[in-house]
C-alpha cells in the first residue's frame, strides 16, 4: 500500500499547490491513500466547510488536524456530517470528533491516529497514554496504523517514534511546518520521520509574511499574522506498507517548489 502524507497546507497558495499538483503526484506515485493536514488551510488558522470539501474533491482522502481545530467553528458541523476528518485523539473525552478513522484502501482496512505533543503545546491529556488507548480499539480491525503527531518538540516526537516502533505502521510529525531530513524505518518496522514540512508560502516565515515576524521577534509589538503570497512548496512523505505485516518498506520525502 502507498501512502501520501501532506505537510501542513497552509492558506491560498498552499490550497493552490494541492488543486495543481496532487493529482499528478498521485498518479506517478501510484499513490493508494492520501492523507493531509488540513489544520493552518482556512489562511492559516483551521479549516472551513468549503475547504474541506475542495481538499477531499482534489483528491485527498484524509484530513488530520492539530492545535488550529478549534478556530473554525464550522469544524464541529463537520464532525457531525461524518467526513473524513480527524483531530488530536488527546484532547478531553466529550470532545466533538475523533482522534481516529479507519478507512478502506484496495482489499485491506487502514487506520489513521492523530494526536498532539504537549511540549509548548496545550496541555492535553499524555499523548503516549492516550495512543496506546486508541491501539487497543484499532488493532482489533487491522494492523495498517499510521499516526501524525503534530507536536512541537523534536525530542517529543522522536520520543513517540521509538515508543511506537513495531506497534504502528508509520509516525510522521507536523505542525512545524519545517520539513526535517530525518526519514528513516525503526528497527521493528515503524516508519519515521520527524517532520513532513509546510505546503503553502515559500518565501515566508512557516507561512505567515516574514516582515510581521521579523518585526514580531524585533519590536515583540502585536500584529495580526497575514498568510504570504508568491512562491509556493508542496511537502510530504510517500511510505510503502506492507499489506500483511503493517511494518513499513520504504520512506521517502517529496519536495516540489
Ligand atoms: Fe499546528
Not at 497552509?10 to 488543486?19: C, D, F, L, Q
Not at 508560502?201 to 521579523?214: A, N
Not at 512562491?231 to 517548489?257: C, H, M, Y
Amino acid at each position: 500500500m502507498r501512502v501520501l502524507a501532506i505537510g501542513d497546507i497552509v492558506g491560498n497558495s498552499g490550497r493552490a499547490m494541492i488543486k495543481d499538483f496532487l493529482g499528478k503526484v498521485k498518479k506517478e506515485l501510484e499513490v493508494d491513500l492520501c492523507i493531509a493536514n488540513g489544520e493552518n488551510s482556512a489562511a492559516g488558522n483551521g479549516i472551513t466547510r468549503h475547504i474541506a470539501y475542495e481538499l477531499f474533491n482534489h483528491g485527498v482522502d484524509v484530513i488530520t488536524m492539530g492545535n488550529h481545530v478549534w478556530s473554525k467553528k464550522e469544524i464541529v458541523r463537520l464532525f457531525e456530517e461524518n467526513l473524513k476528518i480527524i483531530r488530536p485523539a488527546n484532547y478531553p473525552p466529550g470532545t466533538p470528533g475523533s482522534g481516529h478513522i479507519v478507512v478502506g484502501v484496495k482489499n485491506s482496512k487502514a487506520a489513521i491516529v492523530n494526536i498532539s505533543g504537549r511540549v509548548y503545546l496545550e496541555n492535553l491529556d499524555c499523548p503516549f497514554r492516550v495512543i496506546e488507548n486508541e491501539l487497543k480499539l484499532i488493532k482489533k480491525i487491522t494492523n495498517i496504523i499510521i499516526v501524525d503527531f503534530h507536536a512541537e518538540a523534536t525530542s517529543e516526537k522522536v520520543a513517540m517514534g521509538w515508543y511506537l516502533d513495531g506497534k504502528v505502521s508509520a509516525v510522521f510529525g507536523t505542525h512545524t511546518h519545517v520539513q526535517t531530513a530525518d526519514e528513516r524505518i525503526l528497527p521493528k518496522g515503524t516508519g519515521y520521520i520527524t517532520d513532513i514540512g509546510m505546503t503553502g508560502p515559500y518565501d515566508s516565515i512557516l507561512g505567515v509574511q516574514k516582515e510581521i515576524i521579523i518585526n514580531r521577534f524585533i519590536t515583540h509589538f502585536p500584529e495580526k499574522f497575514e498568510i504570504a503570497d508568491g512562491p509556493a512548496q508542496f511537502n510530504g512523505i510517500i511510505l510503502e506498507i506492507d499489506e500483511v505485516t503493517g511494518k513499513t518498506t520504504s520512506i521517502n520525502r517529496i519536495v516540489i517548489k
